[in-house]
């Protein structure tokens, strides 16, 4: 199987770590990733925004750089809900072929496609899991990366409270819309520390990067962490705190 | 043309409304309170139905229908109406509307008339226009007198008081209500009472009642409106005159659709399995209920959104308010920060379209009060698929002003630069520089528009090595 990593603009830029985990973790699992470094961006913040057309630019180029692989797995569910959601359209209205290649969340590629829930990982720190919107409606990721961290050694899981509700992220709604963009990072906030737990865990660095950057700025303690940086460790090669 | 009310002239956008709002801890309070109650009803009352999403698809095809030969099913319900002895009146916009009710009402010689619940009345703000013209509109749902009372703006769709407390309507009610009982207790019940005693009199002097309508059958004619509190029940059948203003929109093709739609409107709207009063007329009935009946379609941007393929699914709407209450951008800045009677999701992708100016600064703001969760879309009962609709209209919004913008011309140079993987990785090992701004491993302050963002949060520290570097270094 012919496995190509989408990283993401986000996380290829910023996060490196857990594109590294991705790489490892799939690793382990017998899969063999190639890294198309064609690849730039979905064109999810130029589509949100209101613009249209360089977003289509954007979903032709991923469709022709990501065509012959048998799966592409991005660890992002939003950047995973754009090309599955909002691509085909954005071709069709540019009379562009799509690949015909699925790109999966790395968490429905875990899961639906190798057949995992246990990946062998550990990693013995106090956890809450936040489903990002994305991850939650436009893909019904469901309960997947529950049972990925469930089974995980070593960990110990809270539920987070209201873990529904939005975090106030958005793309450009966090400036555009910075008061109430930050009014709902409170309460998110709020409901994470209600936990207790040190690790904040998502399949979303931009939401985490909203998250844990409102967590930083309260020196609450508690830190944003991508959910593959979690199910990449183990007690071989434990994760270790970077930054 | 004249300007349409359903935006509130003088409202900032959305932006500024919303950081005032915000700053309300009483108004925090209530709508946290609020939405937080209905939802959990709701989404109980939802799950007792096994075929919810069945209905949801349902309604939608039904809309779906109507919207598809409106105009053949409005000249359907108008021989209808005529034809058990209403009268039915075209209006193309809100003055017009407004015009039409106003000499019917002159023409009965009332001065006073009593109303329903109404939000097509809202939108065209007709009770200015009737004051206008001399003529006292006394609202009868308990919340929409409290903000009529209180001379304010709803801030919600179905609970338009929601972000009044007892104490502050206690206060409106002795300063407004002449006979308001002068120790009037902020009790729910007291109060209750004191509006009840109020507008019973107003409902037996009254000689015109205007309503809008929930639902209007096609082929019968008939008209239907929900409520909870009977004031619209005593409206529709007290006086001698019915005038009903209803969108165009409101319609239905046979009697049978209403099946579907009244388990979706009670269960969507007030978490109940049925309401507490459905009426239903068909014309008028000698020697039962108005002696004369007027039915004023209303356009008022409706035709003008019909036409926009993806932003038509806006008509849809049956102002159920579910999409409001699941908002985590409403449930904190509340619907006055919308600057319209249609706040929240709903309102953010129908009153830029009715508006029908991307040009205008407050309306074009709307579109983007939304971050794009997507809860509004999976409780819609008609399945407006409203994060759709919101980026459709950002992109009108984008186009309206122009490629001049420094947004417009930042997001071309990112596109640029994101065509290109050499750009690209340029671009990422120039804005790595950006981690010699971090102190402790914490970058707090950014210039230019990254200050928006780290006024609250801190920013990520760029890695010396981006993942794409490091790859090229160890897989390459």
């Known amino acids: 199987m012919r496995v190509a990593l989408f990283a993401t603009c986000v996380t290829d830029t910023f996060y490196p770590d857990t594109a590294r985990a991705v790489v490892r973790l799939l690793a382990r699992l017998g899969c063999t990733v190639e ?30 750089i990501f065509a012959g692989y048998d799966a592409v797995v991005a660890p992002s569910g939003s950047c995973a809900g754009m090309v599955r959601e909002i691509h085909p359209g954005l071709l069709e209205s540019v009379d562009r072929p799509a690949s015909g290649v699925p790109t999966y969340e790395l968490t429905e590629f875990l899961v639906d496609v190798l057949g995992r829930t246990d990946v062998g990982a550990y990693f013995p720190h106090h956890v809450t899991y936040h489903p990002t919107c994305h991850s939650l409606r436009m893909l019904g990721v469901g309960d997947r990366p529950l049972a990925l961290l469930r089974a995980v050694r070593g960990l110990k899981l809270t539920e987070l409270g209201e873990a529904e509700s939005c975090c106030g992220f958005g793309g450009t709604f966090a400036v555009k819309n910075a008061d109430t963009s930050l009014a709902m990072l409170t309460d998110k906030m709020t409901a994470v520390l209600d936990t207790g737990a040190e690790i904040l865990t998502a399949g979303d660095n931009s939401c985490l990067m909203h998250i844990g950057g409102g967590l930083s700025r309260l020196r609450a303690g508690t830190r944003a962490l991508h959910i593959a940086e979690i199910l990449a460790s183990t007690e071989e090669e434990p994760w270790r705190a970077t930054r | 043309m004249a300007r349409n009310p ?6 900032p956008a959305f932006p500024r409304a919303a950081a005032a709002a915000l700053a309300d801890p009483q108004l925090r309070a209530n709508l946290r309170n609020a939405t937080h ?34 105009g053949g099913y409005l000249r359907q319900l108008e021989a209808a109406v005529v034809e058990r002895g209403g009268v039915v009146h075209w209006a193309t916009d809100a003055a017009e509307a407004n015009r039409i009710v106003l000499e019917l009402v002159r023409a009965k010689g009332a001065d006073e008339v009593v109303k329903v619940k109404s939000m097509a009345t809202a939108e065209i703000g007709l009770n200015e226009a009737l004051a206008e013209g001399g003529v006292r509109a006394v609202e009868t749902d308990l919340a929409e007198l409290i903000v009529q009372l209180g001379h304010d703006r709803p ?25 308001a009982p002068a120790d009037l207790a902020d009790e729910p019940v007291a109060l209750a009472e004191a509006a009840r005693r109020h507008l019973r009199r107003k409902f037996l002097s009254a000689k015109v009642a205007i309503s809008g309508a929930n639902f209007a059958v096609a082929d019968t004619g008939t008209i239907v409106v929900l409520e909870s509190e009977g004031n619209g029940r005593m409206c529709l059948t007290l006086p001698e005159t019915l005038i009903t203003v209803m969108g165009i929109e409101k319609l239905v093709p046979r009697w049978s659709d209403l099946e579907v739609f009244l388990q979706l409107l009670p269960r969507s709207s007030t978490a109940e399995r049925m309401n507490p009063y459905t009426s239903a007329w068909t014309g008028v009935t000698p020697g039962d209920g108005p002696r004369e009946f007027h039915l004023v379609l209303l356009d008022n941007g409706r035709t003008a959104t019909l036409a926009d393929e993806v932003g038509r699914q806006a008509l849809r709407c049956i102002r159920c308010s579910a999409c409001l209450n699941v908002c985590p951008v409403y449930e904190r800045t509340g619907g006055q920060a919308y600057g319209s009677v249609y706040p929240g999701p709903i309102g953010a992708i129908l009153a830029p379209q009715l508006a029908g100016d991307p040009h205008d600064p407050q309306v074009a703001s709307l579109p983007y009060a939304s971050s794009l969760c997507g809860a509004c879309y999976e409780v819609c009962p008609v399945r407006i698929n409203i994060p759709e609709v919101l980026t459709h209209l950002r992109a009108e919004v984008v186009h309206a002003k122009g490629k001049r913008t420094p947004e417009a011309i930042g997001m071309a140079a990112l596109a640029w630069i994101l065509r290109e993987p050499y750009r690209y990785e340029a671009a990422q090992k120039a804005g790595s520089l950006a981690r010699f701004l971090a102190r402790d491993g914490k970058i707090s302050r950014l210039p230019g ?17 981006s993942f794409r570097a490091w790859w090229k270094r160890t897989h390459a």
């Open chain 2, 155 to 179: 801030s919600h769709i179905l609970v338009p008081a929601i972000h009044r407390n007892r104490a502050e309507i206690r206060e409106i009610f002795r300063r407004e209500m002449p006979d």
């Open chain 2, 449 to 465: 528009p990254g200050a928006k963002w780290t006024a609250g949060r801190d920013a990520p520290v760029p890695p010396a090595e």
């Open chain 2, 37 to 70: 109650t209905i939802r959990g009803k709701r989404a109980r009352v939802v799950a007792e139905l096994d075929d919810w999403e069945r209905l949801r698809v349902a309604g939608a095809a039904i809309k779906d229908d109507v919207l598809a030969d409106l």
């Open chain 1, 35 to 64: 890294f198309p470094l064609d690849q730039t961006c979905c064109g999810q913040m130029h589509f949100n925004t209101g613009y249209p057309d360089p977003a289509a630019e954007l979903a032709a180029r991923y469709a022709e």
């Open chain 2, 6 to 11: 359903v935006t509130w002239l003088g409202t």
